[in-house]
């Protein structure tokens, strides 16, 4: 993910012969390291975002297949909510 690892720095620092050297190095390993971890946090962000994608896509496929089964069945909504109020209390009761 990122160029130098902790050991290559420390080999680098290791033969710098200045303190200017190893303060540009340690510079740019820092540098490093924040580029890597903005990589990463770019990365869960889109992980993120295209969860929710996911999740409000099958929240509304849910929806239209829930509207089509009450036009289906031509129930009204709280007939609907009567028969899933049962079907709840059935599992329960046979879980008691």
Same mark, same amino acid.
């Given at each position: %993910?990122?160029?130098?690892?902790?050991?290559?720095?420390?080999?680098? *620092? &290791?033969?710098?012969?200045?303190?200017?050297?190893?303060?540009? @190095? %340690?510079?740019? !390993?820092?540098?490093? %390291?924040?580029?890597?971890?903005?990589?990463?946090?770019q990365?869960?962000?889109?992980?993120? &975002?295209?969860? &929710?994608? $996911? *999740?409000?896509?099958e929240? $509304?496929?849910?929806?239209?297949? @829930? !509207?089509? !089964?009450?036009?289906?069945?031509?129930?009204?909504? *709280?007939? @609907?909510?009567?028969? !899933?109020? @049962?079907?709840?209390?059935?599992?329960?009761?046979?879980?008691?």
């Open positions: %993910m990122f160029e130098p690892t902790q050991e290559e720095l420390k080999e680098r *620092l &290791r033969r710098a012969e200045s303190e200017e050297e190893k303060e540009a @190095l %340690m510079q740019e !390993y820092s540098q490093k %390291m924040a580029k890597a971890q903005d990589d990463i946090e990365q869960k962000q889109k992980k993120l &975002r295209d969860v &929710r994608k $996911l *999740l409000k896509e929240r $509304l496929r849910r929806k239209k297949e @829930l !509207y089509k !089964y009450v036009v289906q069945q031509r129930i009204t909504p *709280l007939q @609907l909510a009567f028969k !899933y109020f @049962l079907s709840t209390e059935k599992k329960v009761n046979t879980t008691a």
